[in-house]
């Protein structure tokens, strides 16, 4: 059952790690960002697509807070040869903090550690056939900023660590199914930002299954 659950878990690393917007923000500034993302999944078990739109608050540059909801739908074939679509709903939170920040402790590198929760609702398509995901995730992510101006920057990013999942089917033609499963991942990000505005393409590893996900969006600083 886990090939059910592989574009689920893109969106939760949306959640732990690239919400997390504090490395963009100018020493000790405090603000907002607000970003969308869309991602692609097709291997030889499951097609899907997932939108997402992620919103958050950094504090001093170092602490980011986040919340980000989305839609999935998937196109699979089950083990009896059926086709299955089903729709699932997410909601997500997470909670970053940079130890080390580049412009303020004069190192080469940021590096953060990530925490994170997600809540999945899956329609099966049929009235009373649902399921439920329950995700939490923790790691660690290093970035470092290359400043060409005072406006335009690139950022690389590389995040790592670990997942736990909980699955609960209520209602399947073999009564009450339940699973669950620990997963590493590896997250890499490159991220281009121009004044306030940043486009990122990232790359997602985990289960040795690899995505794609575009994802755009802006940073609003409060300044004194």
């Known amino acids: 059952m886990k090939h059910h659950y592989y574009l689920t878990i893109i969106l939760f690393h949306f959640t732990g790690l690239i919400s997390a917007q504090h490395y963009l923000f100018p020493v000790k500034t405090s603000g907002y960002h607000l970003a969308a993302s869309y991602s692609h999944l097709n291997n030889e078990y499951v097609n899907g697509n997932l939108w997402a739109i992620n919103g958050g608050y950094t504090l001093n540059g170092r602490f980011t807070g986040s919340l980000t909801t989305g839609i999935e739908t998937e196109e699979y074939t089950t083990f009896q040869g059926n086709q299955a679509r089903p729709i699932s709903y997410l909601l997500g939170i997470g ?3 940079l130890v080390l920040k580049q412009e303020q402790q004069h190192t080469i590198l940021s590096f953060s550690v990530d925490a994170g929760y997600q809540y999945n609702r899956l329609m099966y398509g049929t009235p009373g056939d649902n399921a439920s995901i329950h995700t939490f995730l923790y790691g660690l992510s290093v970035y470092r900023n290359f400043h060409f101006s005072d406006r335009f920057s690139i950022s690389p990013s590389f995040g790592l660590g670990r997942g736990n999942l ?14 669950s499963y620990s997963f590493p991942y590896y997250n890499y990000q490159l991220l281009f930002k121009i004044s306030n505005f940043y486009l990122s393409p990232i790359i997602q590893v985990s289960d040795d299954h690899s995505y794609l996900t575009i994802q755009a969006g802006c940073i609003i600083p409060l300044f004194d």
């Open 166 to 179: 909980h699955y609960r089917h209520d209602d399947s033609p073999l009564g009450n199914q339940s699973d």
């Open 95 to 97: 909670f970053n903090y």
